[in-house]
């Protein structure tokens, strides 16, 4: 089975209305994996010569997959507090979780497959409070539902903008970009539905970044994931023969009926912006004991 179809099972399963048949799903997901990861590592293996140096598809590769560690974690430490979490949205959680393994394991195994060394898993402090070393960004997250949806919208929202930074170090190896681009798809999805999720709870917000996203739901805290996000230009190659010339180029719409908050909220929301390995590794820092 090919890594598209995996992810058709993923999607497909993202859509199940009840929980028992997410539960059906989450299993049958699980010996999908089973079967579809010699596949896809067949075609995704960094050689072990590239593996050996830095700012290469190894590096890009640990980067994603230390978020992946951080997001999995994070469910899995919400899902062992069920009383947290109301009970309808508890099968949403845990198969956005068995999605974050998925990548996770997919991960793992091309790295090590392709002679690269996993680091030791981090330990998390998800209150922000570094071991309780500093003052907590998110003291109530494992006792408010509303925290730990906004925290999980925060992951990932960060999640996104992390991997959009890293796929330029993939290009020049067509299977880990398949890989990586699917994934990346399925992070949008996630991101989308904790958004979902939040307005029924009551919360502004909408189903994408918008702006700086006021700062993010708990700011200032969660500003550092939304910073950038407010570009109004992109930078853009034009080809023309003769030379090739780059410009920025404007994203403002030029619908007459929009107003000009309207025309900017619209420019911002065309485009997530990649962050840099240095930025996604700072925001990771938050998170970290």
Do not use: C
């Amino acid at each position: 089975m090919s890594l598209l179809s995996l992810l058709q099972h993923l999607a497909a399963a993202d859509t199940m209305p009840q929980p028992t048949e997410r539960r059906t799903a989450l299993a049958q997901l699980a010996r999908t994996a089973a079967v579809a990861l010699p596949a896809v590592l067949a075609g995704a293996v960094v050689t072990p010569a590239t593996a050996q140096r830095s700012g290469t598809l190894l590096d890009a590769l640990l980067l994603i997959l230390r978020v992946e560690w951080l997001q999995e974690a994070f469910y899995s430490r919400l899902l062992t507090a069920p009383t947290v979490v109301p009970a309808a949205i508890q099968p949403d959680l845990a198969l956005i979780r068995a999605q974050q393994q998925q990548h996770v394991a997919l991960l793992e195994n091309v790295i090590s497959t392709s002679g690269g060394v996993l680091p030791t898993r981090p330990t998390y402090d998800f209150t922000g409070s570094h071991g309780q070393t500093t003052p907590s960004l998110f003291p109530d997250v494992f006792t408010s539902a509303d925290t730990a949806l906004a925290v999980a919208q925060v992951l990932e929202d960060f999640s996104v903008r992390a991997y959009q930074g890293q796929l330029a170090s993939l290009m020049s190896n067509n299977d880990l970009m398949d890989l990586v681009v699917r994934m990346y798809a399925v992070e949008g999805r996630h991101a989308a539905h904790l958004r979902r999720l939040r307005q029924q709870r009551g919360a502004s917000v909408k189903p994408w970044i918008s702006g700086t996203d006021g700062d993010g739901p708990i700011p200032p805290a969660t500003a550092p994931i939304y910073a950038g996000e407010g570009q109004l230009e992109q930078l853009a190659t034009v080809s023309v023969y003769p030379p090739v010339k780059t410009s920025l180029v404007a994203l403002l719409p030029t619908l007459p009926v929009l107003t000009d908050a309207e025309q900017k909220a619209a420019a911002t929301e065309a485009y997530d912006e990649p962050l840099t390995t240095a930025e996604a590794q700072r925001i990771m820092a938050l998170f970290v004991i």
